[in-house]
């Protein structure tokens, strides 16, 4: 039931796209113990992204949407390994990433609620 969506500033092929969307869904599995079954990915590329006026080239914003509470510990977590894998894997800059963690009291699926 996590939804992980990254915007990339970067261009990648489809099999980059679906490496990532993996690294990205094993680091929430991992950091918020939620199952990677039920993990949602969206990944956009070549996204115009700014930070401080100036247009950034190597950079991403993912937002993490996850049922229940999140905790900072976890967050962090998820934090050091989407980092990781953006700056070591996909030569991101770590100074133009931008993770938010956003908590969801109500999520539906497959017709039903959880």
């Known amino acids: 039931m996590p939804y992980i969506e990254a915007k990339l500033s970067i261009k990648l092929d489809e099999n980059q796209k ?6 990205l869904a094993q680091a929430v599995s991992s950091a918020f113990s939620k199952p990677n079954a039920y993990i949602m990915t969206n990944i956009e590329d070549e996204k115009s992204l700014y ?3 100036a247009k950034i080239e190597k950079g991403a914003y993912i937002a993490v949407r996850a049922l229940g509470s999140v905790i900072k510990p976890s967050c ?3 934090t050091r390994e989407i980092c990781a894998t953006l700056t070591n894997d996909y030569g991101l800059n770590g100074s133009q ?8 009291d109500m999520w539906g699926w497959n017709g039903t609620m959880f």
Do not use: D, F, R, S
């Not at 990433?97 to 969801?104: C, E, L, R």
């Open 97 to 104: 990433i931008y993770i938010t963690y956003h908590p969801v």
């Open 51 to 53: 930070m401080g006026g």
């Open 76 to 78: 962090q977590n998820a």
């Open 18 to 23: 679906n490496e990532l969307q993996a690294k």
